[in-house]
């Protein structure tokens, strides 16, 4: 089996492990719905930190960036199921329950669902697709599965209309502050100006007036600036921090910083 499986392509995921991994990812164009089957799972963001246990489900803003802890607890393993709300069903929805929002959704990015029999049942309805891959869920059936996820998600918190049914834009928002607080997330330049409200050309025109240099450049001397004082100040290793730091290996990561300071960080002496 592969891992994540797809249950339904682009749409439904299950995935498992037996030990803890960690994982930076950006949350683009869809609301997500996570159901945690064992284990536990942690997203941390910007604003928010959340954790959940087998048995617990989260919604999950489109349009984020954020760090995602699977851990596996009492030898049990760890088993989620990932759906992705996609917008042109939504948009569906909205019309057919005659649904408008004339307002953008300000509330949390990620909310805790609280539990009923109808949702976990639900899940469980998608495992036996799991357990017996040769028998393929077909498009229609997998997406008449997601529709229901939706209308269960209304049924139990009706303000979530709010949140599935805002098609928007993202906000313009604070450029600086956005990016000294996102900086180690390793996504295109045109991922971060999205997630920042602006067109890639609006972004870099921007990006320059503040930062006087090019995004790529800006994030590169971030990142190895970030380096540096894990390694002189706390006394990290190398191979621990690059991955959170948004290098894509190890050995770029020591070019980088060779390069910049004219020592592998290996070498690095305080």
């Known amino acids: 089996m592969t891992n994540p499986t797809e249950i339904l392509p682009g749409v439904i995921f299950f995935s498992y ?27 941390e963001t910007a604003s928010q930190k959340i954790s959940m246990d087998g048995g617990e ?23 989620t199921i990932v759906i992705r709300l996609k917008e042109d069903l939504l948009r569906k929805i909205a019309l057919e329950e005659q649904i408008e929002i004339g307002h953008k959704y300000t ?16 899940f469980q309805s998608l495992l036996p ?23 269960l998600l209304l049924d139990i918190m009706p303000g979530l209309r709010e949140l599935l049914f805002d098609f928007s834009d ?15 997330y390793n996504i295109p330049v045109e991922q971060f ?6 067109s890639l050309a609006g972004f870099k025109r921007d990006f320059q007036k503040i930062f ?10 971030r990142r190895l600036a970030e380096a540096r004082y894990l390694i002189e100040k706390k006394n990290k290793k190398p191979s621990a921090i690059y991955l959170d730091l948004g290098f894509e290996s190890l050995s770029h990561f020591s070019h980088s910083f060779k390069k910049k300071f004219g020592k592998a960080p290996t070498e690095w002496v305080v």
């Open 129 to 151: 697709y799991v357990r017996h891959p040769e028998k393929k869920i077909t498009t229609e059936v997998g997406m008449l599965k997601v529709k229901e996820a939706v209308y």
């Open 17 to 43: 492990y037996s030990a803890m991994r960690k994982e930076k990812v950006a949350f683009m164009e869809d609301n997500t719905l996570i159901f945690q089957v064992l284990g536990r799972f942690t997203l």
């Open 170 to 184: 993202p906000y313009k928002m604070d450029l600086e502050k956005f990016m000294v607080s996102n900086f180690h």
């Open 107 to 122: 509330g949390p990015s990620s909310l805790l669902i609280p539990g009923n029999d109808f949702l976990h049942a639900f």
């Open 193 to 198: 100006a999205r997630l920042a409200g602006r």
């Open 212 to 221: 006087e240099m090019a995004p790529r450049q800006w994030l590169l001397e």
């Open 57 to 79: 489900t989260l919604l999950v803003r489109k349009n984020q960036l954020g760090q995602i802890t699977k851990t596996p607890l009492d030898g049990e393993g760890y088993q």
